[in-house]
């Protein structure tokens, strides 16, 4: 078998763009958040459906990823994909049935659909890092900077349109649209595409059974899974608990990367920044900032003589990051905006920088069946580490009377 590299950049494509729908639907909320403050100024809308969303992805995605190797990775996308599409169509439905109207009524059917995006996401993140992992490293990049594009994207429009209720149905109407590109696309475009059946036929020969039904549609019958089902040999791969305590550095790196982020984006861009010279504007402004930085910084690791490939050196990156936490408190307290402006650049860069290091650096060296298990285990811990940060977010406020 000799590695065909015809369609790796149709591949990229396509992955940028299932990137793309993984999170266009939550960013998308997350963008409009001003919006949802006019709705429901008592209910803190951008940490409460931030922490409605956590829980159920990381509760969903530790059942997945410790049962990986038994689910069938195509199903997993699709069923993702197809919720994250049925859960935006009913967000863009409820806000057109009540014309925007606020109430707890409204705001607890627009957590019980949040809800329904973090399970949403369970499915296909850690579907795609996971099936992603065994191929080439520039397709789980591109996927990578699908999901920061998605943000930057979203905030980039919101600069663009005023008013509140029709901004809402743009973004959902768009989101929409996306999730049933990403289904047809991962459907029937990325299986057929000779360098991704090499990949999962090779995957297949040492002994994964996560890729039969992608074969199957590419026309490949699987009998080097066959094969390898009477070779107990090839059968043999390290168990998540061995791949875990082997790669701890590299959960603990992803893991604190994003307690730190979600402990300051969006909840205290929004609510603990202070008024300034571009009123109402100045989160939103934030948010953009940081969204175009974090994309931009997923590029980054392109360059291999600047990408960052040590243990050690990844861990040191990801500790420093802390010093954020007093430098926002006190340009927030005593700062201007140029300066919270330039801090959040930073949060964005470091975090779509080390996001790409670890998650393409982090597989290599394993046989296609591990790389798949890590690649569900990373997302696990970053999902712990968004649901963590989330959690601590709320410190921001304690004391400050928003309660």
Not at 34 to 62: G, I
């Amino acid at each position: 078998m000799y590695l065909n590299f015809h369609g790796k950049y149709s591949g990229m494509v396509v992955c940028w763009i299932l990137g793309f729908g993984s999170l266009v639907s939550w960013n998308s909320m997350l963008t409009i958040g001003d919006y949802y403050y006019e709705l429901f100024p008592k209910y803190h809308p951008s940490r409460v459906l931030t922490l409605v969303y956590q829980p159920f992805a990381l509760a969903t995605m530790a059942v997945l990823a410790f049962n990986e190797a038994r689910i069938d990775t195509r199903k997993r996308n699709l069923t993702g994909f197809t919720l994250f599409f049925l859960s935006t169509f009913a967000l863009l439905a409820l806000d057109l049935a009540t014309s925007g109207a606020g109430g707890l009524g409204n705001y607890i059917g627009i957590c019980a659909i949040v809800a329904a995006f973090g399970v949403a996401d369970a499915f296909v993140e850690g579907g795609m890092v996971g099936d992603l992992s065994f191929m080439c490293p520039e397709f789980i990049q591109s996927y990578l900077a699908g999901l920061a594009a998605s943000g930057a994207l979203t905030s980039a429009l919101r600069l663009v349109t005023k008013a509140a209720f029709e901004r809402s149905m743009l973004f959902l109407a768009i989101s929409t649209f996306f999730e049933i590109l990403c289904i047809l696309l991962y459907a029937f475009v990325f299986p057929k595409l000779p360098i991704v059946k090499y990949y999962r036929t090779k995957v297949a020969a040492e002994g994964s059974k996560t890729v039969a039904a992608d074969l199957a549609v590419a026309g490949i019958q699987t009998e080097a899974t066959e094969r390898a089902d009477n070779n107990a040999k090839q059968l043999e791969r390290l168990s998540n608990k061995q791949l875990f305590f082997q790669n701890f550095d590299y959960f603990l790196d992803l893991y604190l990367i994003y307690v730190l982020t979600l402990s300051i984006f969006p909840g205290f861009l929004y609510e603990n920044t202070g008024s300034h010279r571009l009123g109402s504007w100045y989160a939103l402004v934030l948010i953009a900032v940081y969204n175009m930085f974090d994309l931009i910084a997923r590029y980054i690791p392109l360059i291999e003589k600047i990408k960052l490939k040590s243990r050690n050196g990844l861990m040191i990156a990801t500790l420093s990051r802390f010093l954020f936490i007093p430098c926002f408190y006190f340009t927030a307290k005593y700062g201007d905006q140029g300066w919270m402006i330039m801090l959040v650049s930073f949060l964005g860069l470091t975090n779509g920088y080390l996001t790409v290091c670890l998650l393409t650096v982090a597989p290599q060296g394993y046989k296609g069946p591990e790389q798949n298990a890590l690649g569900n285990l990373l997302v696990l811990c970053l999902l712990a580490g968004v649901f963590s940060g989330v959690a601590l977010d709320w410190l921001w406020i304690i004391g400050n009377g928003k309660f």
